[in-house]
């Protein structure tokens, strides 16, 4: 098997945001040319899919500025710091954006979601032993919480109605996990 290694030569960091740095960097390439490559670091982040003792999920819709459209989603949210656990993410977040609190996480998978210009890593999380709560919304962040049957959450990600990728790709996830997992005694 080839090594397909591309080397590091330079690295120029052209932004230094609030969430994200973006950098141009030289690489050698595997056949010893050079070329530039441009990408975001970006800290990493959980997404929860929470499931009711009713057999429902809750999701959010949220306005998302860069499509300047309405997405159904997830609730997630970013790692503040590099050593953060993303458990505690998946509980901090599901906690501030719907008011759920989850007794059980269970990891389902972690994902690249940007390959081509991102080194994100999303970690999704089953949430489960819910209980209601306030809502803890930051400054500037609103969030309406939709409650919908689980199965037809993953219909609608089976479907293709959920343009948001990291939702479909957690709700399809969740649905296979669930299906493929021990019963529990």
Request: charged share 30%.
């Amino acid at each position: 098997m080839p090594d397909l290694t591309e080397e590091r030569l330079a690295s120029e960091q052209l932004v230094d945001g609030v969430l994200l740095e973006v950098y141009r960097d030289e690489v050698r390439l595997p056949d010893g040319q050079q070329s530039a490559r441009e990408w975001i670091d970006h800290p990493g982040a959980s997404a929860i899919v929470p499931i009711l003792p009713d057999g429902r999920t809750v999701l959010i819709r949220q306005f998302r500025y860069p499509p300047r459209q309405t997405f159904l989603e997830v609730p997630a949210g970013k790692l503040d710091r590099p050593d953060e656990d993303p458990a505690d993410v998946a509980a901090r977040e599901l906690q501030e954006e719907t008011g759920w609190r989850a007794e059980r996480f269970e990891h389902v998978s972690s994902m690249c979601p940007c390959i081509g210009y991102s080194s994100e890593v999303i970690h999704i999380f089953l949430a489960f032993d819910l209980q209601p709560g306030p809502q803890q919304l930051a400054d500037g962040e609103f969030v309406e919480v939709v409650e919908m049957d689980f199965e037809a959450a993953v219909e609608r990600a089976e479907q293709g109605a959920l343009k948001d990728m990291k939702t479909a790709t957690a709700l399809l996830q969740a649905a296979a996990y669930l299906r493929d997992r021990p019963a529990e005694p």
